[in-house]
C-alpha cells in the first residue's frame, strides 16, 4: 500500500489518499471468493465447488469487487494512519473510492486533526499540598460507609420508621398512566432524607416489608425538574421489599461483622483498617488534587486551535455508560431517575454540565499528549503489554488482552502516559504545604 496527497484543508481537517495495488486488490477478491464460494450454486458443478473463472463468467468479472474493496477498507485506513504523518483524531469519512481499469485501488479519506496546543510555561509551576489529621469523625464516616455497603437485609416484625433504610419498587403515574422518571426498582431510599417531594417518605413510615401502598401526592407548583408535573396531583405505587439492618460502632458485635462479611473479628480491628483506608484515602484524594491544580493551571496558560467534537462525545459516551452501569446496579433505576432524583436537576442541565466537563477533559489530555511531545515522553505496545499483564493479574482478568479489550487499548496508552506526564511534571513543581481546611477535610471523607 503507498500512502500519497496528504493535504492539510486547515488547521483542524485534512485528506490522504492510500493506494492499493493490483496484486493486493486481486488476492483480496480471491479471499472474497473462498469466503462466499461455499454457498455458490452453478449448473453442472456441486454446490460450493465451481471455479472461480466459472463463477465470474457467469456473474460478471467484479461479482467480487465490492466484497474486496470492503475488506481493504479498514487495513488500507490504518496504513495511512501510520504513515502520512498527520495527528488524527476520531474515525475517518470515505470521500472517494476509484478503481482504475489496471485494478489499482485508491481510497480517499478525511479526517480530522488534533488542534495545535501552544504550552504554556509547565516548567517551574506552583501547586499547594495541604497537610491533614485524621480524627474520630473521619474513621466513624468509613466504619459507616463499610457497614451500609455490607449491611444484610432482613424481615423485620416491625413497621418502617423515619431515619430507616427502605429498599422499595415504585411507579408514579399521571392520570393512571406512567410518567417518566417516576419509576424505579431496588431503590434504596433513606426515610426522612428529603430526597422525595413532600409526603413521599413520610407514606412509608408505618408500612410493612413486603406491603405496597398507594401514595396520592402533589408535585410543587414550583417543580423545575419537569414542568409538566409541577402542580399535578400523582399517585405513587410503592413496594417496601426490605428494611436494612442499621448498627453503629460502639454497639457493633462479632457476630454482626461475620453476619456482614467482614473479616475483623473485633471491633477494634475494625477501627485500625478503617483509619488506614481513611488515610490512603486522604492521600490519594492530596495527591488527585496536586495532579489537578498542576494540569488547571497548564490547561489555564495553554493555547487550543479548537476542543475536537469527537474527543468530547467520546468522553460523554464514556461517561454516560459508567453512569447508567451505576444507576442499574447500586440505585436499581435508569439515568434520568438517578439524575433527576439525585441531582436534582433536568436531564438538559446534566447534558450541559457534562459536556462543559467533558470539554475541560479534552483540554488535559490535549496538554499531557503536548507535554509528552515536548520532553520526548513515548508509551511503546511493549510498555503497553507488560503493564496489562501485570494489571490483568492484580484485577482477575484472565489475560492482558482482556483487559486491554474492556478498557481500551488507546484509552489504556492514555492512562498510561498521563501517569508518565505528572510525575515529570511533579518534578517540576513547587510543592507548598498548607494547613488542611475545613471544606477538603469533609472532601477527605
Known amino acids: 500500500m503507498l500512502v500519497k496527497n496528504v493535504e492539510k484543508k486547515d488547521s483542524k481537517t485534512a485528506s490522504f489518499q492510500v493506494e492499493v495495488d493490483a496484486n493486493e486488490f486481486d488476492k483480496a477478491v480471491t479471499e ?17 465447488k465451481a471455479p472461480r473463472a466459472v463463477v465470474e463468467g457467469m456473474y460478471g468479472s467484479d461479482v467480487f469487487y465490492q466484497d474486496a474493496i470492503d475488506a481493504l477498507l479498514a487495513p488500507a485506513y490504518e496504513h495511512g494512519y501510520d504513515n502520512c504523518g498527520l495527528r488524527i483524531i476520531g474515525k475517518p469519512a470515505v470521500s472517494n473510492m476509484d478503481l482504475s481499469d489496471d485494478k489499482v485501488l485508491t481510497f480517499t479519506f478525511d479526517v480530522e486533526l488534533y488542534p495545535e496546543v501552544t504550552l504554556g510555561e509547565y516548567k517551574n ?143 477494634e480491628a475494625l477501627w485500625d483498617a478503617a483509619r488506614k483506608s481513611v488515610e490512603e484515602e486522604a492521600e490519594n484524594n492530596y495527591q488527585t488534587n496536586i495532579n489537578n491544580a498542576i494540569l488547571d493551571q497548564l490547561v489555564s496558560d495553554s493555547q487550543f486551535t479548537s476542543v475536537p467534537q469527537p474527543l468530547v462525545d467520546e468522553e460523554v459516551q464514556n461517561y454516560n455508560e459508567y453512569m447508567e452501569a451505576i444507576c442499574v446496579s447500586f440505585y436499581g433505576c ?43 515522553i513515548e508509551i511503546t505496545d511493549e510498555d503497553i503489554n507488560k503493564k496489562a499483564e501485570e494489571e490483568a493479574k492484580e484485577y482477575g482478568y484472565d489475560s492482558a488482552e482482556a483487559l486491554l479489550d474492556e478498557v481500551g487499548k488507546t484509552t489504556y496508552r492514555m492512562y498510561m502516559l498521563q501517569d508518565d506526564v505528572m510525575a515529570k511534571l511533579k518534578t517540576m513543581t513547587n510543592v507548598e504545604t498548607v494547613e488542611e481546611t475545613e471544606e477538603s477535610s469533609t472532601t477527605a471523607q
Open 32 to 48: 472474497a471468493f473462498n469466503k462466499n464460494k461455499s454457498s455458490i450454486s452453478i449448473p453442472g458443478f456441486r454446490k460450493g
Open 125 to 267: 509551576l506552583s501547586a499547594a499540598k495541604e497537610t491533614f489529621v485524621i480524627t474520630e469523625e473521619d474513621v466513624d464516616g468509613q466504619i459507616n460507609g463499610v457497614r451500609k455497603r455490607n449491611g444484610r437485609v432482613i424481615d423485620l416484625e416491625r413497621e418502617a420508621q423515619m431515619g430507616d433504610t427502605a429498599d422499595i419498587d415504585f411507579v408514579g403515574t399521571l392520570d393512571g398512566v406512567a410518567f417518566d422518571g417516576g419509576s424505579a426498582e431496588g431503590y434504596q431510599l433513606k426515610i426522612g432524607s428529603n430526597t422525595f417531594i413532600d409526603g413521599f417518605e413520610e407514606g412509608l413510615i408505618g408500612v410493612m416489608p413486603g406491603d405496597t401502598v398507594d401514595l396520592n401526592l402533589t408535585f410543587p407548583e414550583s417543580y423545575s425538574r419537569n414542568q409538566d408535573l409541577a402542580g399535578q396531583a400523582v399517585v405513587f405505587t410503592v413496594t417496601v421489599q426490605n428494611i436494612l439492618e442499621s448498627t453503629d460502632y460502639e454497639n457493633v458485635t462479632p457476630e454482626q461483622l461475620e453476619l456482614m462479611g467482614l473479616e475483623y473479628k473485633t471491633k
Open 334 to 376: 435508569d439515568l434520568e431517575t438517578f439524575v433527576t432524583t439525585y441531582y436534582q436537576m433536568t436531564m438538559d442541565e446534566y447534558n450541559a454540565q457534562l459536556t462543559e466537563m467533558a470539554q475541560e477533559t479534552v483540554k488535559q489530555y490535549l496538554v499531557i499528549e503536548a507535554v509528552a511531545r515536548q520532553e520526548g
